[in-house]
């Protein structure tokens, strides 16, 4: 099994930042691959971001949003730049167990329980 846990959600205005962080521990050596989900009140979870080989991100983000990954310390971020309204959204970690990117909810193997990121217009 592999644990995952994010932290550094919270309150900000339109146009700034936070960054996310999530750890992973238990059998991480399973994980190959790892991203980022978002779900809004009264909608579907949906992709952020993800790295494998290389680095994927949602059209709504691209160039606002950018992950990185510590594997040494079992490590990723997500910074946020330029926070809008609408990114106001519980944010989950997640993480596969194989190469494939984890851009869709079906390649996700694992989860942490979710961060909220609200951002105020």
């Known amino acids: 099994q592999v644990q995952l846990v994010e932290s550094g959600g919270g309150l900000v205005q339109a146009g700034g930042s936070l960054r996310l962080s999530c750890v992973a521990s238990g059998r991480t050596s399973s994980t190959y691959s790892m991203g980022w989900f978002r779900q809004a009140p009264g909608k579907e979870r949906e992709f952020v971001a993800a790295i494998s080989r290389r680095t994927y991100y949602a059209d709504s983000v691209k160039g606002r949003f950018t992950m990185s990954r510590d594997n040494a310390k079992n490590t990723m971020f997500l910074q946020m730049n330029s926070l809008k309204p609408e990114d106001t959204a519980v944010y989950y970690c997640?993480?596969?167990?194989?190469?494939?990117?984890?851009?869709?909810?079906?390649?996700?193997?694992?989860w942490g329980k979710g961060t909220l990121v609200t951002v105020s217009s």
């Open positions: 997640a993480a596969g167990g194989t190469l494939v990117a984890i851009t869709t909810v079906s390649r996700v193997d694992y």
